[in-house]
Every structure is written in structure tokens, then in C-alpha cells.
């Protein structure tokens, strides 16, 4: 069965060079045929680990034409997911399985709500990979893989594929919470990151902002009903604040190079689920508008 992959950013292309480099057959789907003639022209995705750089030739299509798709990874931004998925849907096959494979929350539901014929699992991965540019992915950092069925269906049988192909996978029975506790991470750090202009470590100088919205978050994930998610979270989010300290927040580095962000699905997101639940959420909201209001400036979309 071909793994097609849609979305050849960091992680999209990541998991591309790791089925290719286990003999697994994989395929991308590209936007256009302009940006098939580009990605030809290099010869394949090229993967840097551990020093190495490694150049794989994955055979690539453009994503409106070619055979019944049966397992779909959509790899690409939350806010271009829903776009992405019409892009393909005449060539899913009845019950095709997708991993949908997103920042935040709202994009997955939304593409599931499309897809009423397809199988859709999300997917929360801590891994660390950046594009250094076109088809050329830095694998910057081991961390673990999520994946789960929010209608509560089973672990499907090719998971121990792409386990073996060097995918750190594991088969999550509440997929929602694991979700929900990485987007209360984002929202701890990579907005405080954008305003402040700072690296991830530099926000140990702002402790208060911090934990005041570790405690608003927290409550929010309470009264969503994910209590383990907001369980000892200020204590995580000060981990992941020392364990990246070098690095740059994803959205800090969409922002600096003049990209959109994917605000609606990390923050906005929660301030929604906020007014839905009737909290006040008052740092969260405010933070919120400071963010649109810094993103607008620089005319940069704010939703």
C-alpha cells in the first residue's frame, strides 16, 4: 500500500525520508505542476541527521491527478489543512485512512467533517525538524508521536510499519487530551515568544506572565474535561521552556520571515472554547489581542 504524503514542510518530509529509507513505498503530492518541475529539478527530498545529509528520490505527483489514495498523511499547516484535503478528496478511496497531522486544534474536526467517508486520526508529535529550505529538512530532535482516533475506533494493523521505519509512534485511546495538553503548551510559550521577541529560554525572565497563564489554561482544560492534560502543566511548560532554551518557537520563526501563523488554531481556539464554556480567561484573551494587534501591524493575517 503507497504512503502518500501531502504536505512536504519539516515533519511531512521527515516521514517521507524515513518510509523511503525503510523501502516502503511513499509518494508526494505536490500543489502544482510548477512545483513538481522545482522539486524534480533537486532529485528528491534531502534529509540532514546527525551530521549527515542524505538525499532521497521519492517519486512525486501533482495532487489532482494519479491512482485511489488509500493512506493519506496531510502534513501541511492547520489553516491550509481543509484546503488541502478538497485537493484530494476525488481520489480517496472509500474508506481511506488519513493522518492528520496539524498544529492547535479546529482543523482536524474540520476535515473530518469533509471527509465523511474517510477514516480520520490526528496525530501529536514533539518531534524537532525545521526546512532549511525547499525539500531539505533538519531533523533537530527526537521526541514522541501521538496518534488516536477521536470516534474511538482501533489501533489500525500498519502501525508497527511505521514503527519500523523509525517513526516514534504510539497508539493514544484520547487523542483529544494530548492534543489539548500540547496546544496549552503553544499557548504558554510561542505568543509570549512572538511579543517579546525572544528565544524560548528568555521567557524564564517573565515567570508571572507565564504562570499566569498556566493557571488560566488549566482551567480551561478542567472544565473541557481533560483533567491529566492540566495536571502539574506550569511545571511542564517551565521544562520545555529549559529543555528548547536555544531555540525559537515556531511561530516566532513564521513570524520573523513574514508567514502566517497559525493563531486561530493555538490561541484562538482557546479563547472560543472559553466563551463556549462561559470563563472569563481574562490573561488568555488579552494575549490574545496583543498577539492580532502585533501580527496586524505587521501585515501579517491575525485569524
Request: aromatic share 6%; charged share 20%; with cysteine.
Amino acid at each position: 500500500m503507497i504512503w502518500y504524503i501531502l504536505g512536504a514542510g519539516s515533519l511531512g518530509s521527515l516521514w517521507a525520508a524515513r518510509l523511503s529509507r525503510a523501502g516502503l513505498p511513499v509518494r508526494l503530492l505536490l500543489r502544482d505542476r510548477q512545483r513538481l518541475n522545482a522539486y524534480r529539478a533537486l532529485g528528491g527530498i534531502t534529509l540532514a541527521e546527525d551530521g549527515r545529509e542524505s538525499l532521497y528520490p521519492i517519486p512525486a505527483e501533482t495532487a489532482a491527478q494519479g491512482a485511489q489514495i488509500h493512506r493519506l498523511l496531510l502534513a501541511c499547516k492547520a489553516y491550509d489543512a481543509e484546503a488541502a484535503a478538497a485537493s484530494v478528496a476525488a481520489r480517496l478511496a472509500p474508506g481511506a485512512e488519513l493522518i492528520l497531522l496539524q498544529n492547535g486544534l479546529g482543523s482536524q474536526q474540520a476535515v473530518a467533517a469533509h471527509l465523511p467517508r474517510a477514516r480520520c486520526l490526528y496525530a501529536s508529535s514533539t518531534e524537532g525538524a525545521f526546512r532549511a529550505a525547499d525539500y531539505r529538512v533538519v531533523f533537530a530532535g527526537r521526541g514522541e508521536t501521538w496518534l488516536g482516533d477521536e470516534l474511538g475506533g482501533p489501533a489500525p494493523g500498519w502501525l508497527a510499519e511505521l514503527q519500523g521505519a523509525g517513526i516514534p509512534l504510539q497508539w493514544s485511546g484520547n487523542i483529544l487530551e494530548r492534543l489539548w495538553r500540547k496546544l496549552a503548551l503553544n499557548c504558554a510559550i510561542n505568543p509570549l515568544t512572538v511579543l517579546h521577541q525572544c528565544r524560548n529560554g528568555e521567557l524564564a525572565a517573565h515567570p508571572a506572565e507565564v504562570a499566569g497563564l498556566c493557571d488560566e489554561l488549566g482551567q480551561l482544560l478542567h472544565a473541557s474535561g481533560f483533567d491529566s492534560a492540566a495536571r502539574e502543566l506550569q511545571d511542564d511548560v517551565e521544562r520545555v521552556i529549559a529543555a528548547t532554551a536555544a531555540n525559537y518557537s515556531s511561530m516566532y520563526q513564521d513570524v520573523a520571515n513574514g508567514r502566517r501563523s497559525e493563531i486561530a488554531y493555538l490561541l484562538g481556539h482557546a479563547c472560543r472554547e472559553g466563551d463556549r464554556l462561559r470563563l472569563s480567561l481574562p490573561l488568555l484573551r488579552a494575549l490574545h489581542e496583543r498577539l492580532r494587534a502585533y501580527l496586524q501591524a505587521r501585515g501579517l493575517p491575525d485569524t
